[in-house]
């Protein structure tokens, strides 16, 4: 089975910065598109930033020019840069993959734990 392990979240000051770790094990063929999603209290699930295959990278306007994504394939990792961090970025933050396993024919969608980012002074 595949399994998606995130670290990376914790307390930070306004301005300060975190980065986010997702790495993937099990038997995986390839990996279409990692991407990080965000849960706040009372608010429902958002995308912040996902890259493809292909290194296509789609950003959530709220942290354009803030956050970083990127990946390493050779890891089976993803990860998210957060730089400049508001208050209004605390949330519960989620890895997601869209992979083929090895063996299947069809993709399926994997989430991460969840690790919470809390963003206070």
């Known amino acids: 089975q595949v399994q998606l392990v995130e670290s990376g979240g914790g307390l930070v000051q306004p301005g300060g910065s975190l980065r986010l770790s997702c790495a993937a094990s099990?038997?995986?063929?390839?990996?279409?598109?990692m991407g990080w999603y965000r849960q706040a209290p009372g608010k429902q699930r958002e995308l912040v930033a996902d890259?493809?295959?292909?290194?296509?990278?789609n950003y959530a306007d709220s942290v354009k020019g803030r956050f970083t994504i990127s990946r390493d394939n050779a890891k089976n990792t993803v990860y998210l840069q957060m730089n400049s961090l508001k208050p209004e970025d605390t949330a519960v933050y989620y890895c997601?993959?869209?992979?083929?396993?090895?063996?299947?024919?069809?993709?399926?969608?994997?989430w991460g734990q969840g690790t919470q980012v809390t963003v206070s002074s």
């Open positions: 997601n993959m869209r992979l083929i396993r090895r063996w299947a024919g069809t993709p399926g969608d994997y």
């Open positions: 099990g038997s995986i063929y390839t990996i279409y598109t």
């Open positions: 890259i493809t295959s292909a290194f296509n990278i």
